[in-house]
């Protein structure tokens, strides 16, 4: 095995089952990074207390997302894969880090007040210090850098200030400024052609879905609007089900729909029909293997307690060296 090139750590909310718009904005990024670094993956469930009515669901949805991401290809024999809140550590360089984060900084965060907008009723503590919480996390596993979207720049920005901040205060390099590891994210629209595919939205297409479902919710994509009839032609460029073409079916298939959608030369039916057979294939491996998994639930329960065993180590390596450069007593 070539020698990695350092330590990367994202985190995700705990979200339930992973769909399409996860597996290929993050998911499977995160796989194909184990191969140049060690990585750190966090099931962030602290961060989703922030904006939650309720907390029924999270202990199922941390398995199950822990479950897509196993069955897609992390493998926590060399990636570190966790819950949050099982490395208390976390809380503890929070509580640190918001002490050097000036309050007019965090209220002034343009996400903060979209919270605000989206849930005047609850405009909690924590909200405020979200991006403190993010920081310790990516700090406390000193990474070198955090894969981002080019959409999430200001938010890394925020962790490497409040990094130099800290540092920059009592005077040591106990933290490591992470850098951003900008990667290209699609973004993925559902099917309903216009928004983001999203859970809330039910625009979505879930990865555990099986076949039969899967080929159900492909068939009801919206396709280029102009196109009214079978006989009228089609504008691919503008059509969801091409996009998705692209990602899972060969470059034969993309460009002849390419070319017949624009003569008519095939119907939105059979290119649909086409792109669910391709899905299907693409997602068959991924399927077998969570079935696999979800037989014995204990297992991915024990891969992430080990996960958090492996987390905790660092993370008390560095608050060790942080608790030491306040000179907490
Ligand atoms: S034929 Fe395919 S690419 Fe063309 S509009 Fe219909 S679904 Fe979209």
Not at 28 to 42: F, G, I, M, P, S
Request: hydrophobic share 35%; charged share 25%; glycine share 6%.
């Amino acid at each position: 095995m070539s020698p990695k090139k350092g330590r990367v750590f994202s985190g995700a909310r705990p979200t339930g089952r992973q769909h399409l718009g996860n597996y290929l904005g993050a998911i499977k990024n995160y796989v194909a990074l184990q191969d140049e670094y060690e990585c750190v993956y966090c099931i962030v469930d602290l961060h989703a207390l922030t904006t939650m009515e309720t907390t029924e669901d999270l202990r199922a949805n941390s398995y199950e997302m822990a479950l897509d991401w196993l069955a897609a290809g992390i493998r926590p024999d060399e990636s570190i894969m966790f819950i949050q809140s099982h490395v208390p550590q976390v809380t503890e360089l929070h509580t640190i880090l918001s002490m050097v984060t000036p309050l007019g900084k965090l209220t002034d965060l343009p996400t903060f007040k979209e919270k605000v907008r989206q849930q005047p009723h609850n405009v909690n503590y924590g909200l405020v210090g979200y991006p403190v919480l993010m920081t310790a996390d990516i700090a406390l596993y000193k990474a070198d850098a955090v894969p981002v979207g080019v959409d999430q720049g200001p938010h890394l920005e925020f962790a490497r200030e409040t990094v130099r901040s800290f540092n920059f205060h009592f005077k040591t390099n106990a933290l490591i400024e992470p850098q951003m590891k900008v990667t290209e994210v699609p973004k993925v629209i559902g099917l309903d052609g216009q928004n983001k595919m999203s859970k809330s939205l039910n625009n979505h297409i879930e990865l555990a879905a099986t076949p039969e479902e899967t080929t159900k919710r492909v068939m009801t994509m919206v396709t280029d609007p102009q196109r009214m009839r079978r006989s009228d032609p089609g504008n691919p460029d503008v059509c969801n089900v091409f996009s998705m073409h692209k990602i899972f079916s060969s470059g034969e298939e993309v460009s002849m729909v390419n070319v017949e959608c624009r003569r008519a030369g095939i119907g939105c039916v059979d290119c649909k029909k086409m792109l669910a057979r391709n899905m299907n294939t693409y997602f068959d491996p991924f399927r077998t293997r969570r079935e696999q998994l979800a037989q014995n639930p204990q297992a991915v329960w024990d891969v992430l307690h080990d996960g958090a065993r492996r987390a905790r180590a660092i993370a008390e390596k560095t608050m060790v060296e942080v608790r030491d450069a306040i000179g907490l007593p």
